[in-house]
């Protein structure tokens, strides 16, 4: 059986065009973080008399909130508490992505093999790492706590799938439920939320999850076919099977089937 290889030249483009989409999301979301922050402040002072919003110096986790607990206060209304769930479930499926990658990277066939593979998945990390702390930095402005936990759903399907991992094929497909969902699950946020800087929050970060699905899907799919030798660049498209233009793009829009509730991932 041919061993399974990555060309690095497609890797090493990937990776950069995936940190280009994910700076720009950065930016949009730096935005946003600020903005929703302004925007709830005075609600803030109103549902607490002590404590106040304190401003962090870890880019993306900007704005992190010192307030307390709903049960010593005013309960916010029932879009805001939608709002805070949403938050601390995505915040919950990011945590969960970032340990999967992490115990990918830690995998021998992983570790010691391509190391453009390795400096992928540690980019990607870093990246749900950076979108964990954007949805946690939103919950707390709102009033909620962060959720530092795994999504629970998700995490049964992890541990269920982690003893079964043999090949980097099978910690790709693994990485493609966890990115669509997330991306899925952003998708459809952006109409449940009840502010337009968490719409933009959750808008600027979903197309980095479905980059993420996207480059996963083709990568699948050549090593599938024993054709990793097909990825390169400069590539002949004579060669290529004809499923290659669209395999890393299913579906015109993208679906929200399978999004997360708001509640899934929402701190207990």
């Not at 049964?156 to 079964?164: G, I």
Request: aromatic share 6%; hydrophobic share 45%; net charge negative.
């Amino acid at each position: 059986m041919p061993s399974e290889r990555i060309d690095t030249r497609l890797l090493e483009e990937l990776t950069e065009q995936s940190e280009d989409l994910n700076s720009d999301a950065v930016r949009i979301t730096r935005g946003a973080l600020i903005d929703f922050g302004q925007a709830v402040e005075p609600v803030q002072r109103r549902w607490w008399q002590r404590g106040g919003l304190i401003a962090g110096a870890g880019g993306l986790a900007a704005l992190w909130g010192a307030s307390r607990a709903f049960a010593d206060s005013a309960s916010p209304t029932a879009s805001v508490a939608n709002d805070i769930m949403a938050l601390q479930t995505a915040a919950s499926i990011e945590n969960l992505a970032v340990s999967v990658y992490q115990t990918a990277a830690g995998l021998p066939f992983i570790k010691d093999g391509n190391q453009t593979v390795v400096a992928f998945i540690t980019k990607t990390t870093a990246q749900h790492q950076a979108h964990a702390q954007a949805f946690n930095a939103a919950a707390t402005q709102a009033g909620g706590k962060a959720q530092n936990n795994p999504d629970p759903k998700y995490k049964a399907v992890v541990d269920q799938a982690l003893p079964t991992i043999k090949t980097p094929a099978d910690v790709v497909k693994l990485a493609i439920t966890l990115e669509d969902v997330a991306a899925q699950t952003y998708t459809k946020n952006v109409s449940q939320v009840s502010s337009a800087d968490l719409r933009k929050l959750f808008a600027s970060v979903a197309p980095v999850e479905a980059q993420h699905r996207a480059t996963l899907l083709a990568v699948q799919a050549l090593l599938a076919g024993n054709a990793a030798d097909l990825i390169t660049i400069p590539v002949d498209p004579a060669k290529l099977p004809a499923a290659a233009g669209s395999v890393g793009f299913p579906d015109a829009f993208y679906k929200t089937d399978n999004a997360s509730p708001i509640n899934e991932g929402a701190v207990q």
